[in-house]
Structure formats: C-alpha cells, structure tokens
C-alpha cells in the first residue's frame, strides 16, 4: 500500500489478514511505497527474492515523519529482501536515489516502477524529483547526474551493471538512460528482451517510448515527438548528448493528456492467441487499457487492425481504435498473472481480472458489479462509505442534486466552481470533473495522513466522473485534490 508500506500477499483470490513486512514511508504528494518485482527465479541456493522500490522515512519508523517536522526522507530507496515463511526478511539496500525536490519544491516525480530484465538485474525508473535540473534532465549548465530523471539499473547484489552506456563512475554507472519527466511504467518485450516505458508530459506529450541502452528521452528540452514539441525546441541535437547516449522520439504520442501508467507484454494466450504478446497500456485519467500489436521487428508500435501508428500525437477521434477496455479507474499496474490472464489494479486499490467470456461464464466469481464501488464501474458516480457520525452519507446513482460544483482543473482556489459554495444541512453537493485529468475531493486544507481524507475522500474521480456527498451537520468543510495539493474548496453548510 503506498502510504502505508504494508506489503499484502493474495492466493487464490484471498488477501491473507496479516502483512509479509509494514515498512515506514514518507508519503506526501507521490512519496510512498512506490514499486515491487519478484524474481522470477529462485537462487541457486533456493532463495527467493522480492525487491521494492519506496520513500522512505527519514527519522523514525512511522509513515508520513515529514508531516511531523522530523527529518525528511533518507531517499528514494530499492531494497532486495527474501521470502521465507510468509514474511519478507534480511533487506539489503541496493540503491539510494533522491526524495528531496528540486526547483518546484513539490515532492513528486519519484518513479518507482521495478521490473527483473531478461540479463536478472534490477531496472527502475525515477523522474525529475521536483524539478531537479541536472544533466540527466538535459540541463547543459547542471550538475553533473544525481539519480534522478532516468532509467537506472542495479545487479541483485547492489553493484552496478558492468558495461553500462554511459561509464563505469559513479552514479551514471547505474543509468540505463535518462531524460524522463515522470514514468509509472516499464517493461520488458519477452521476443526481443527490449525495454518499453511509459512517459508523463506536463499538459501535453505522454508517450510510449523503446528504450534501447543509452536512450535519452529528452526532457527537459523535447517532450513527445520532436517536431511539435511545445518546450522551446523542435532539434534533437539540443539535448545534452552523454557519452554514449542517442535521442529518440517515442513510438507513441497522445495528443491530449491521459496520464498513461502501467505497460505490460501479454506473455500468454489465453485471452485467445491474437493477444499473445501484445502490448497493453493503462492510464490514470480515464481508467483506460489500451492495445498494440506490434510491427514484425518489434520496434514499432501498429493498431490492432495491423495498421501503424502515426508518427505524429493521436487525436482523441482515434483513440477508440486502440481501446481494450474501459470503466476501470485509476489504473496504477497490469500484470500477466501465474494463471496467463490479465490483471489490473486501480488507484482506489480494486483489482481485476480480464478473462475471455467463455471462462468467466464456466467460472462464475463469488461477486457481482453490484458489489463493487460505482467507480470501478462504467457509471460516473464514485461512493464513498461513511464513518459514524461524520454528517455525510452517500447517494445512489439516481439521486439529482441542485448544488453542483465543476471540478475545473489545477487553478488554485479557482480549481473548484464555485467555491465556495454555501448550503443547508441536509443539502448534497455533486462534484463534476470536467478536467482532461483526474482528481479527487479529500477533507483537509492540505495533504497530512493524520487528518486528511478522515471526514470525506473521493479517491480518484476520472475525467466526466461524479462524486455526490450529502452533509447533515452544519460546519466548514474544506477540501483539496489529494494529486494536486494546490487545488482548494470549501463547503458551507449552515443549519
């Protein structure tokens, strides 16, 4: 769990009642538990080993210590433990990678994502950090690398990797590439052995890129494709060229924002075999999973029909062509499950499992839509569930409120309309995100894991979703976007 450090184990459906390891995070903004991988192989002496990728505390063992005003996060930290008896033991730290931002002061773009590549070593990514201006960040008067904006890769012992694109000094010894804003994605094609991620652009410019040894994606010179990139610069002989590094466009732009996460190699055929090896895409905005089949060498990207993908950003009109599936939330991680289907995780912590109809019709689940939350289905509405006595109860998904407010978009206290917004007890209030982007409404006037989200949390709200609350106790509620903190609003509720 990200902003708990609670690592849970599920078999067979079940989710065991006690975690393997409760681990101490740093969890502001994006900080937190942020990435596992298990090696597919036990050791030659029968060890098998999980590794993690998160936040961690910096002056105690209880999550959250910067709320407090002890120190801040030790860093951004991959640990390799051992599975033995139902518990995660003997850590080992294999890299220490920046938490602390830099110019923007926002503790965000952490990375996290780790996955086992075909060599066994350890690969994750991590973006700017906050705005850290280094020359991993394409900054031709920065400093010299730090561990952030980049792909970094790590031995299962802590060494790094011999060989490495860029030089044997430390830190670019670690780098398998650099010149990445913000990634929730990497993976491995299981033909090729090459490496796949995912980019986040600022307002423009995510993508889906091949990452060859010494890749630089360009930031923060070029975002998205070169030619239309809108940072000032349109040549790729302007980014700073490493040694041994080459810049490439990516294989895959969306035109409009949709925050992709999650990539995954469906490594099986048991969704049926024209899936076999194919690429599925999740995104965080739109709750959507996104397919491509790929060209016979496998360096390019095409559409399920067969067609390639243009070298220019796809429009919204097109995106219906690549659309797998739809109403999943937040989607933070796909995995090709022990079983061969596709599993999805959201960000609201629902997971699912894709199946062909035929299977799901012979192996019917002991639940149905009905008793999962309305945001995990295709309906706008998102439910919330009560604490006693906090003055606020859901409405179902038929009731019609008079107070609407439109969730707008990242503009201060200007992101909720109105705001604020004055009505009686009684009265229910209906969020509306009109935003290309998802956000939340969490009690509180900023992010702090003692108080936040302790009256009211939406969790996410995708793009054209709906949160409805309806207040009984009079009072000023005030409440903020747990993704973007800045986001401000308030409700009156007078007697």
């Not at 801040?72 to 920046?98: A, W």
Request: aromatic share 10%.
């Amino acid at each position: 769990m990200r902003n708990t450090g609670k690592i849970n184990r599920i078999v067979n459906g079940k989710l065991f009642p006690k975690s393997v390891l409760d681990v101490a995070v740093a969890n502001k903004i994006e900080r937190g538990l942020l990435g596992i991988a298990v090696a597919p192989n036990l050791t030659p002496d029968g060890k098998r080993y999980v590794y993690l990728y998160y936040t961690q505390s910096g002056s105690s063992n209880v999550d959250g210590d910067e709320f407090r005003g002890l120190a801040p996060p030790k860093g951004n930290m991959v640990y390799r433990y051992e599975f033995s008896n139902g518990k995660l033991i003997n850590p080992l730290q294999l890299l220490q990678l920046p938490a602390n931002p830099g110019v923007t002061g926002r503790p965000d773009h952490n990375g996290g994502k780790l996955s086992i590549g075909p060599d066994g070593n350890v690969y994750t990514v991590i973006g700017e950090v906050g705005g850290h201006e280094t020359q991993a960040e394409n900054n031709i008067n920065g400093g010299p690398s730090d561990g952030t904006g980049g792909i970094l890769r790590v031995t299962p012992n802590g060494q790094s990797v011999p060989n490495s694109p860029f030089g044997d000094d430390s830190p670019l010894s670690f780098y398998f590439a650099y010149g990445v804003r913000n990634s929730f994605g990497i993976a491995f094609d299981p033909v090729t052995g090459n490496l796949w991620d995912t980019e986040n652009g600022p307002n423009y410019g995510d993508e889906i890129n091949l990452v060859k040894p010494g890749f630089n994606s360009g930031w923060a010179i070029l975002q998205g494709f070169a030619k239309t990139s809108h940072l000032g610069h349109i040549n790729p002989s302007d980014v700073v060229n490493l040694k041994g590094s080459e810049y490439s466009d990516p294989k895959f732009e969306w035109a409009d924002p949709v925050g992709p996460t999650a990539l995954v190699f469906l490594n099986s055929d048991k969704l049926g075999p024209q899936y076999k090896d194919d690429l599925f895409v999740g995104d965080v905005n739109n709750g959507n999973i996104y397919h491509f089949k790929l060209s016979e060498d496998r360096d390019h990207l095409l559409y399920p029909t067969g067609q390639p993908v243009e070298d220019e950003p796809v429009t919204s009109e097109k995106i219906p062509l690549l659309r797998f599936g739809l109403g999943f939330g937040g989607i933070t991680d796909l995995q090709t499950g022990p079983d061969g289907f596709l599993y999805a995780l959201n960000a609201n912590g629902a997971i699912f499992r894709i199946v062909p109809v035929s299977f799901a019709a012979a192996n019917p689940t002991p639940y149905t839509l009905d008793s999962l939350t309305t945001n995990q289905k295709q309906q706008p509405q998102q439910q919330y569930q009560p604490s006693p006595n906090n003055g606020l109860t859901t409405i179902s998904s038929t009731t019609t409120a008079a107070n609407k407010v439109t969730i707008v978009g990242v503009k201060g206290n200007q992101s909720y309309d109105p705001n604020p917004i004055s009505i009686k007890v009684g009265d229910t209030v209906t969020w509306i995100n009109a935003d290309l982007i998802a956000h939340t409404v969490t009690s509180g006037k900023d992010y702090n894991p003692l108080t936040s989200g302790k009256i009211f949390n939406s969790k996410s709200i995708i793009s054209n979703g709906v949160y409805i609350l309806k207040f009984t106790i009079p009072g000023v509620y005030d409440y903020f976007c747990l993704f973007h903190p800045s986001m401000k609003g308030q409700i009156i509720v007078s007697k």
